[in-house]
């Protein structure tokens, strides 16, 4: 069909001929609420922001290099809480074409409407606004500390458009020209270098950045106040760098010496990480920034990567557990730099391949460069975690599609960074470690300062290990949901060669709707056996529903496990002579195999296959394990299957859980080397925490007294860094107001990131209701930052001893505490509040309550569709098997 458009432009005088080309009306549609569409796409920003941090605005101007495919009367771009004083296009000729700008959409989808159509091909669109800064930790946020006033950026995923207006989503990469006029005496820090400085007249200072390499908009970060700058000189050349790389750190006023060991060991992190990319760091510059605000974590921003204080702020005596977060988070962080930045996905449906390729790298980028900080089994022991998610019916998969704004910070979970990990560690162990990073580096070869979808990653893993059937494998991982779970039976008739007859089904909890026989997968699937005396292992794809693999031997195996090294992402269940001997032989087992064993037990005591006394007497054995993280796991499990005991009858669970643990910690006295100083803290915790050991807390209550000062001044040595947190517990839990109301002071008072992690963790699990009043007063009050309020919420939520007390404050005061959570993680953190409940009426209630907020909370549903489920799910246990469970711990 032809449009009477076009006769009437054919025969058109030629002075009306370029309004006559071929427009589309964009004024009159619907905001897209997920991508923008291909029609107008940048070329270039040039932005200059104003910022001072010590007033409640911020302004700026911004030019966009645009193409437009096509003439068009309006365009849809991106933009939110933007007070835009002047909008207008110049065209190539730079003829001025009035505009006006308008938010359709709370996403931040905003329609740009031109006085007449803007023509195809290169132009530019020109604005001036200013905008609030944001106070809840995202976007372009402000801070007050010790009457100085910073400013930072956390843009990923959405917020960039609340700073400037722009085309932002993950697929438009182009160079920025960034500048900022900030006060006399401020540090302005951004992307790249800073290549001048020039005073205006009112004596503000212009601050001049190089252009960028091409970067979607939730990589630039700014940080603008009286920071202290520490300058770190140059990181040094490497076997794959020949140039030096400036490094600094970043910190708040008075904290840049505290860096030091944040900055030392940089060096050693990205070199380790160079060179598994075999391509050098790819920007002119690093600086690590330690926000004075606790954010959540840490962001990959190019050449200006933010951490909160915890992860920066450090020295060689810090606690163990600090130290480890710092070197993993940094490498994860600067992998980033490799794969998320000079790679980067096209959509948000992929950002799972930026965070799981990052979750598993940093593990190996950590373990390479500091074998003692045992980060070795970290990747396995992230997708164990995630499969708690993965067994719900209403699990997404690895790559889910995002149609919507609202969907976006869902793609964030568990499932994301954690399976995605551990589906990456399995297919590199099933192509081989070099052949996989020959994938890897192929795959940066192709795409670099560009974008590139899974497909593409999964294709260039395929050819440059040379194994094309790794795509299958990879494909029925990410385009399912659901842990796969292996039975095998072992079958060792009389003149054949012994074998496991296969079975491979979606693993389901007692009451889930997921259907018995769902789901088939190509798994890269290993067993381990004893035979003859003697560990084998025997390895297939194992790609259909059924199937049975022959083993290496010809005795009958006196012990089978079939996931051999925890290589692979699948649980598996046994028949009971199975089980039998590999709980027999837990203390024997590989820690990796330790951990793997400990999953599918506790999975199968979930799913109702193995008896409640089984799964006692394994978990039992494992907790008399050697390998620290395996007796962790064992007294995880425990303390979480105790929620499907009756609060009454948690006293003698107690002492059961005291009997079990207690000559394991007495084994590790004296012991110091970093596995029993790890192993310590996490058993102590168990001990006094969880299973109330009095003769324990005694001493503890002494050591909290002294070290706040309850009868004195405080004595800060009196208890040491890495048991802060436990005695702190105890002597919130047993030493009543005046502990609390001291402790509450201080933490007030300390800028000190490790002493507030510790103090809040441990306030957070007081559980007399007259001083709950008190900390919720102190929440309301604001007396916590950004994050820490969720963590102190979620704690008293998810433990049985404060959840009803909590919810009740939640329905007094909710509005106020959903305003306060930072926006990045209402949606998905509030609905999962619920978790701790064990009733389908709770259940119910809950959903009303969060349905009640649906509009406070947008992109809610699918967290709270699988807090619904974990909740009905922990009802079904207990009916089912909670008697059983008490009867095997020896109570009735
Ligand atoms: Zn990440």
Redesign the pocket.
């Known amino acids: 069909m032809k449009s009477l458009r076009w006769i009437v432009c054919a025969l058109a005088p030629i002075a009306v001929l370029a309004a006559c080309q071929p427009s589309t009306t964009v004024r009159d549609s619907a905001p897209p609420v997920g991508q923008l569409g291909k029609t107008v796409a940048p070329t270039r920003y040039s932005i200059e922001l104003s910022i001072d941090p010590s007033k409640d605005t911020f302004s700026g101007k911004v030019v966009i290099d645009i193409t437009l495919k096509e003439a068009q009367d309006a365009i849809w771009l991106h933009g939110k809480n933007l007070k835009v004083s002047e909008v207008y296009l110049t065209d190539a000729e730079s003829n001025r074409i009035d505009a006006s700008y308008e938010e359709r959409q709370e996403s931040g989808v905003a329609l740009v409407t031109f006085a007449k159509n803007a023509p195809a091909g290169a132009s530019q669109l020109h604005f001036a606004y200013s905008a609030p800064f944001n106070t809840a930790a995202n976007a372009l946020f402000k801070v007050e500390r010790d009457g100085n006033y910073y400013a930072a950026t956390q843009f990923e995923a959405t917020a960039a458009r609340q700073v400037f207006p722009g085309f932002d989503e993950p697929g438009f990469k182009v160079p920025f020209d960034i500048s900022v006029i900030a006060r006399e005496g401020d540090a302005v820090v951004a992307t790249t270098p800073e290549v001048s400085t020039k005073e205006l007249a009112d004596g503000s200072v212009l601050h001049t950045f190089a252009r960028t390499r091409p970067l979607p908009t939730y990589l630039i970060a700014l940080a603008v106040g009286p920071y202290d700058v520490v300058d770190f000189g140059m990181i040094p050349v490497n076997s794959v760098r020949d140039h030096e790389v400036p490094l600094r750190g970043i910190a708040a006023k008075g904290l840049g010496g505290e860096m030091q060991y944040a900055l030392k060991n940089t060096a050693g992190l990205l070199s380790a990480l160079e060179t598994y990319f075999g391509t050098p760091y790819p920007y002119e510059k690093l600086d690590l920034i330690a926000v004075p605000e606790s954010f959540g974590?840490?962001?990959?921003n190019v050449g200006a990567i933010t951490y909160d204080e915890y992860l920066m702020l450090m020295d060689d005596n810090s606690p163990l557990d600090q130290r480890r977060a710092y070197a993993s988070v940094h490498a994860?962080?600067m992998?980033?730099m490799w794969f998320?930045d000079l790679v980067t996905p096209m959509w948000w449906n992929d950002i799972w391949l930026?965070?799981s390729f990052?979750?598993w790298m940093?593990n190996k980028a950590a373990h390479a460069y500091w074998p003692e900080g045992q980060f070795d089994r970290e990747t396995l022991k992230g997708a164990l975690g995630a499969m708690v998610n993965d067994s719900l019916a209403s699990a997404r998969q690895i790559r889910e599609p995002v149609n919507n704004n609202d969907e976006i910070n869902s793609a964030f979970d568990d499932i994301t960074?954690q399976k995605g990990g551990g589906v990456l560690a399995m297919l590199e162990h099933y192509v081989g470690e070099k052949q996989f990073q020959a994938g890897v580096r192929l795959h940066l070869k192709r795409h670099a300062d560009s974008t590139a979808t899974a497909e593409d990653f999964i294709a260039s893993v395929a050819t440059g290990s040379d194994r094309p059937e790794v795509e299958a494998a990879f494909k029925s991982f990410i385009e399912q949901p659901g842990v796969p779970l292996v039975s095998a039976k072992l079958d060792c008739t009389d003149g054949q060669t012994p074998r496991l007859e296969l079975h491979q089904a979606r693993y389901a909890p007692l009451g889930s709707p997921i259907k018995p026989d769902a789901g088939e997968w190509t798994i890269p699937f290993c067993a381990a056996y004893i035979a003859d005396g003697t560990r084998k292992s025997s390895c297939a794809l194992f790609d259909r529903k059924e199937q049975s693999l022959d083993l290496a031997t010809g005795a009958c195996p006196t012990q089978v496990h079939p996931n051999a090294d925890g290589t692979g992402y699948y649980r598996f269940t046994l028949d009971e002579a199975g089980w039998q001997s590999l709980i027999a032989g837990a203390t024997k087992l590989s820690p990796a195999e330790a951990l793997v064993f400990a999953d599918s037990l506790d999975a199968a005591f979930r799913a109702g296959t193995v008896s409640a006394k089984a799964y006692v007497s394994g978990m039992t054995a494992l907790v008399n394990h050697s390998a620290w993280d395996v007796v962790a796991a064992a007294t995880g499990y425990l303390e979480e299957v105790a929620r499907i005991i009756d609060p009454k009858d948690l006293g003698p669970v107690e002492q059961a859980f005291r009997a079990i643990a207690t000559p394991r910690y007495a084994r590790l006295a004296g012991a110091s080397d970093s596995e029993s100083q790890l192993l310590h803290k996490r058993l102590q915790r168990f001990l006094i925490v969880v299973a109330k050991d009095q003769a324990m807390r005694k001493p503890l209550a002494r050591q909290a007294a002294r070290a706040v000062g309850l009868n004195g001044k405080p004595d800060p040595s009196a208890a040491s860094a890495s048991e802060l947190e436990t005695i702190f517990t105890v002597g919130v839990q047993d030493l009543g107001e005046p502990f609390f109301d001291l402790l509450l002071k201080q933490i007030i008072a300390s800028e000190d990131p490790e002493f507030r992690n510790s103090a809040i963790g441990a306030l957070a699990r007081l559980e007399d209701p007259a001083l709950a009043r008190k900390l919720e007063a102190a929440v309301l009050a604001g007396k916590f930052k950004g994050t820490e309020m969720l963590r102190v919420l979620g704690r008293q939520m998810n433990r049985t001893e404060t959840a009803e007390q909590t919810y009740a404050w939640l329905r007094e005061d909710d509005k106020a505490i959903i305003k306060m959570i930072p926006e990045a993680f209402r949606s998905n953190i509030f609905p999962t509040f619920g978790n701790a409940f064990c009733t389908n009426d709770r259940a119910d209630e809950w959903q009303k309550f969060v349905e009640s907020h649906a509009a406070e909370l947008p992109g809610y549903e699918r967290d709270l569709a699988q807090t619904i489920e974990t909740i009905h799910l922990c009802a079904a246990l207990k009916q089912a098997s909670g008697a059983d469970l008490l009867a095997a711990l020896g109570i009735h």
């Open positions: 974590g840490a962001m990959e994860h962080e992998s980033h998320g930026n965070e990052a979750s940093e960074y």
